[in-house]
């Protein structure tokens, strides 16, 4: 058999072999919540319900513009990796903004945590120590928390990580004596962390995957895995989405390494 | 399909048209299943990747834009999500050991064709195998072949020629 009736057999087969999905992929709910008209569908088979709205929707955006609060922007950052990771915002105060989930386990631990806004980072840090003890992610032998802060302003990064760094111990001897909480490097990128367990590495690859769902067409595992947690965070908050994603490398406004 | 007849379907997706679903899985579904397969080499969590993939392309029609081949599209979307699912099964059983597995059949559902497939291929080692499939059916380029499997251009060549070597002395045997 010559080379191209083997390529050709194999090509056949392999298509072949595909197994049909369609039944399964439409039974699939989420396939059910994208089956929806169109904008303009919609707009033609209900003009007035819509025009209505949209004429609604101005009028509420004219009479409250002006008095819409301005969203305080995070002062700071502070990752925390127990295997739950958590990112926590700050004010300028170290008070607690918002508390996010960077995985799974993440998301399961702050349903259990009271509602620390506006509670002091060392407040939060021992509620969210309190409450992984609680739900059993530190009963290893040697557990371990990696943290690490982040800022663009690195007076404020500074202070905050001292503050956290001077309070650890107190912490940690009233929760859980033999806790570990090591300060880790949220910017590094993979080729500079010795191993796995850097705190950097899991944060990333948790941001990656929010990147992903984010962006799923627009970039690369790969082309991502090279950039640090800061710069997928700046992608995530939408102040680097691709120019001309996935072929062309990084976007053009994430620093060069 | 033509990828102008694809890219039509697309639109009709695009604007809401659900009908062209069917078109596009027909089109596609071979780039996807062996994109994906190549990365997990286990049937079972392809065939729930491939599912992933495709009702994520339906959440995520709107933003693709038709400069871009359709096929390579999703394939980015494929990739992505079998290699997040690979970095998973890393962390929750240690490294995956379907590698044996790969492109035989496994399941009770496998076809005549996945016999005859596995047959051809049973004479080649793995990465003989993910070389024939990444060139023969997603019809990548020897040297992305080279730089995804991190190997040197002329290896892969190599491999290419041997294994092409091997299902020739194989088709010739189950001819006989």
């Known amino acids: ?114 509602n ?51 309070r650890i111990p107190d912490i940690a001897a009233q929760r859980l004596p033999n806790l570990d909480m090591v300060r880790g490097n949220a910017q590094s990128r993979p080729d500079d962390v010795p191993n796995d367990i850097e705190p950097g590495m899991m944060m990333r690859r948790n941001l990656i995957n929010q990147v992903l769902d984010l962006y799923p067409d627009e970039y690369t595992y790969d082309q991502l895995s090279e950039l640090s947690v800061v710069e997928l965070r700046r992608i995530i908050r939408g102040d680097g989405p691709p120019s001309n994603p996935g072929e062309n490398g990084p976007p053009s406004n994430i620093p060069p390494r | 399909m033509t990828d102008q007849k694809i890219q039509e379907y697309v639109k009709k997706l695009q604007r809401g048209d659900m009908s062209a679903f069917d078109e596009l899985y027909e089109a596609t579904k071979t780039h996807v299943y062996y994109t994906i397969l190549v990365i997990l080499k286990d049937e079972s969590s392809t065939e729930d990747i491939m599912q992933d993939t495709y009702l994520k392309m339906l959440e995520s029609i709107e933003k693709y834009k038709p400069k871009r081949p359709f096929k390579a ?68 380029k020897h040297k992305d072949i080279a730089k995804k499997m991190q190997k040197p251009l002329g290896t892969i060549t190599w491999m290419y020629q041997n294994a092409l070597k091997k299902l020739r002395k194989e088709a010739g045997e189950d001819h006989e």
């Open chain 1, 116 to 166: 620390l806004k506006g509670e002091d980072v060392l407040t939060a840090i021992d509620e969210i120590i309190g409450t992984a003890i609680a739900k059993g992610y530190l009963d290893s032998e040697r557990p371990v928390v990696l943290f690490d802060v982040l800022s663009d302003n690195e007076e404020r990064r500074d202070a905050v990580t001292a503050r956290i760094e001077s």
């Open chain 2, 73 to 140: 599209w999703i394939g980015t979307i494929a990739r992505n999500l079998a290699i997040n699912a690979y970095h998973k099964k890393k962390r929750e059983v240690g490294m995956p050991d379907d590698a044996e597995n790969f492109l035989l059949p496994t399941h009770e559902t496998s076809s005549e064709n996945a016999y005859y497939l596995h047959g051809l291929m049973k004479a080649l080692n793995d990465e003989e195998k993910e070389v024939i499939v990444r060139y023969v059916i997603l019809e990548e």
């Open chain 1, 1 to 114: 058999m010559s080379d191209q009736k083997i390529i050709q057999t194999i090509r056949a087969y392999a298509e072949k072999d595909v197994p049909d999905l369609k039944t399964r992929i439409k039974e699939n709910p989420r396939f059910m919540q994208t089956k929806r008209p169109s904008i303009f569908e919609r707009i033609l088979q209900r003009p007035v319900p819509v025009f209505s709205a949209f004429s609604f929707a101005l009028i509420l955006i004219f009479l409250f513009i002006t008095n819409i609060p301005q969203e305080i922007q995070a002062s700071s950052s502070l990752y925390m990796e127990i295997n739950p990771s958590i990112q926590i915002d700050l004010d300028e105060e170290d008070k607690v903004l918002t508390i996010l989930a960077l995985n799974t386990d993440g998301e399961a631990l702050i349903l259990d945590l009271n």
